[in-house]
């Protein structure tokens, strides 16, 4: 049997009850064939697949807190830190109440790709908790911060592991984590990158993961003789990758006439108001209804049914999943394939599923996935760790430009790793393969660990 294929067996035996980590191995592995092929006998001598599927450790514990009537509540929390043959662990945390020991081992593990592309030295790690912020107060999401770092803080440290904002985490999270850390360690380190201005934050990490996804996307659409301006744009998800997504498209000249949350999804002819969108989201939390409440051009549609493929089923050029993994099935692909979709470039982890994915490359539509297209948001969270070692601020216009080259600088290495291996067009192949190199050029020269 041949390695690839024996790891993958051994990866499902393990890990039965882990679909997302699975699916996140399987889309990897399975891209990686030319390359392991290429030195089959050395990477199984050394174990190297069976080594790169095993996080270095996987940390789980309780989060007591009290919530404001008094009671109290127990979440359970997680970080897995990966793989650090490049740098210091570095992820996000997500808190999300979907969070389990599959999603989080998922995102770690294509976080140490991801990272290895931005040519940064960071390694690969993910945190997180089944915690769900909505609704709370602040004063429920500071006792549940402070109880989640008091234990996080054993693990982590400005040169061991970095974590950072996801799905549920931003500003005003990373603020209260890194107040405990601070106050437990008694250390005044970069500890957490997306903190405020204040203390120790970048300029431009806020918007960083958007805008690095259109970065990477314009230098796409250049390298096919095509432009951003007067392209159409569909987007889902409505939080920081989204909003900042959105704004750069439009600084660009492309319309943006999609959004979604997780109860329904809006159609705005216009082009999305970035400072209605802003004001809903970022000042009031509140849902995309109220955007479209708001905004007499723009349509609000309930969470979809199984006959509605939401933002996906509008005409548009070019589509960008921003919201969460598994978010664009095959249905979902199809109708954007039918609408003439010519690229699709993932803001999200793993937002296409392995099916959707493979159609829309069959049918020649542009498909660059989340570890190369989102890298923009990690890579300057380690400019922001470069900041905090230095002791210095780069100004925006300095992390913006630094950003901008890392992601076209991305976009080439993968596309050249993708024809260097004959498979031309193939970025999900290419941003493996590149992101992979790297990992296991640092681990052989580690020796066993
Ligand atoms: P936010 O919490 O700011 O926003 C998440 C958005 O996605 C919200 O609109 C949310 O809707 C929607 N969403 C989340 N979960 C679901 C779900 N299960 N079903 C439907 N909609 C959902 O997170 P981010 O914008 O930071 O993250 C979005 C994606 O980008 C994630 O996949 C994340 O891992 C990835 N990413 C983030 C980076 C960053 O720097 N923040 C960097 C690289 C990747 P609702 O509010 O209704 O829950
Ligand atoms: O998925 C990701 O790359 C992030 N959530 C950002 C991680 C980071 O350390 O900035």
């Not at 809903?280 to 708001?294: D, N, P, Q, T």
Request: hydrophobic content about 40%; proline content about 3%.
């Amino acid at each position: 049997m041949a390695y690839v294929d024996e790891v993958l067996e051994q990866v499902k035996a393990k890990n039965p009850d882990q679909p997302e980590f699975i699916q996140a191995v399987t889309e990897v592995l399975n891209s990686l064939r030319p390359v392991v092929e290429a030195n089959e006998e050395k990477y199984r001598k050394l174990a190297i697949l069976e080594r790169i599927t095993e996080p270095d450790r996987q940390i789980m514990f309780r989060v007591p807190w009290v919530d404001d009537k008094g009671q109290v509540q127990v979440n359970r929390g997680y970080r897995v830190q990966f793989n650090n043959s490049i740098g210091p662990y570095k992820g996000g945390i997500r808190l999300h109440p979907s969070v389990n020991l599959s999603i989080i081992k998922f995102l770690g593990f294509e976080q140490v790709f991801k990272n290895s592309l931005t040519t940064l030295p960071i390694g690969g790690g993910k945190g997180g908790s089944d915690f769900d912020p909505k609704g709370k107060s602040d004063n429920e999401i500071m006792h549940f911060c402070q109880s989640f770092m008091t234990e996080l803080s054993k693990y982590i440290g400005a040169d061991t592991d970095v974590p950072a904002g996801d799905i549920g985490t931003g500003a005003r999270e990373i603020g209260f984590m890194f107040g405990q850390y601070k106050r437990i360690r008694d250390l005044y380190e970069g500890v957490l990158t997306g903190k405020g201005l204040t203390y120790g934050g970048s300029l431009a990490r806020t918007e960083a993961t958007g805008y690095g996804l259109l970065y990477l996307t314009e230098e796409l659409m250049k390298c096919h003789g095509e432009s951003m301006e007067g392209k159409t744009v569909a987007i889902s998800g409505s939080g920081n990758v989204a909003t900042y997504a959105a704004q750069k498209a439009q600084q660009m000249g492309a319309k943006v006439v999609t959004l979604s949350d997780s109860t329904g999804w809006i159609y705005d002819p216009e082009g999305i108001d970035i400072d209605l969108l802003k004001e809903v989201k970022e000042v009031k939390r509140a849902r995309l209804s109220e955007y479209a409440a708001a905004r007499k051009s723009a349509e609000y549609h309930d969470k979809k049914d199984a006959n509605d493929h939401g933002v996906w089923n509008i005409k548009v050029d070019i589509a960008l999943p921003c919201a969460t993994q598994n978010e664009l099935n095959l249905d979902d692909a199809k109708a954007l394939v039918a609408n003439g979709v010519k690229a699709v470039c993932e803001g999200a982890n793993m937002p296409t599923t392995i099916e959707a994915t493979e159609y829309l490359q069959a049918n020649g539509v542009w498909f660059v996935g989340g570890k190369a297209a989102n890298a923009g948001g990690v890579a300057t969270s380690a400019l922001e760790m470069s900041q905090n070692s230095e002791r210095l601020s780069w100004s925006f216009e300095e992390v913006d430009s630094k950003l901008k080259g890392i992601m076209v600088g991305i976009y080439h290495a993968i596309d050249d790793a993708a024809k260097k291996y004959g498979m031309e067009g193939n970025y999900v192949a290419g941003a493996n393969i590149a992101g992979f190199e790297k990992v296991v050029t640092a681990m052989i020269a580690q020796g066993v660990c």
